[in-house]
């Protein structure tokens, strides 16, 4: 499991390296986040969005970055859910 957590007060910060099962069972069963959001961690996204949900919000970023060694542009994701006690990412 690539997850790493940092806890400053009474906020949790977890920082997920690689999507694997443990991280979806993680994501499902202990914060019980949306099915649409789950499925928009494990694949990539089409476009940036935010979704606001009474316990947490759920937003999907893209930023461009060069691609190494070849001469493109590409682009990363990061998603976010934050509620009143955690950020995950």
């Not at 007060?9 to 979806?24: A, E, F, R």
């Not at 959001?37 to 996204?45: H, Y």
């Not at 682009?75 to 955690?86: A, P, R, S, V, Y």
Request: hydrophobic share 50%; proline share 2%; glycine share 6%.
């Amino acid at each position: 499991m690539a997850i790493k957590t940092i806890k400053q007060g009474n906020i949790i910060w977890y920082h997920i390296d690689k999507v694997d099962d443990v991280v979806l069972a993680l994501l499902k069963n202990e914060f019980n986040f949306h099915p649409l959001d789950i499925k928009d961690v494990q694949g990539e996204a089409e476009e940036s969005k935010v979704d606001v949900y009474r316990e947490y919000i759920f937003v999907v970023m893209h930023f461009p970055i060069l691609v190494r060694g070849q001469a493109r542009a590409g682009f990363m994701e990061l998603d976010i859910f934050l509620g009143k006690d955690f950020l995950i990412t």
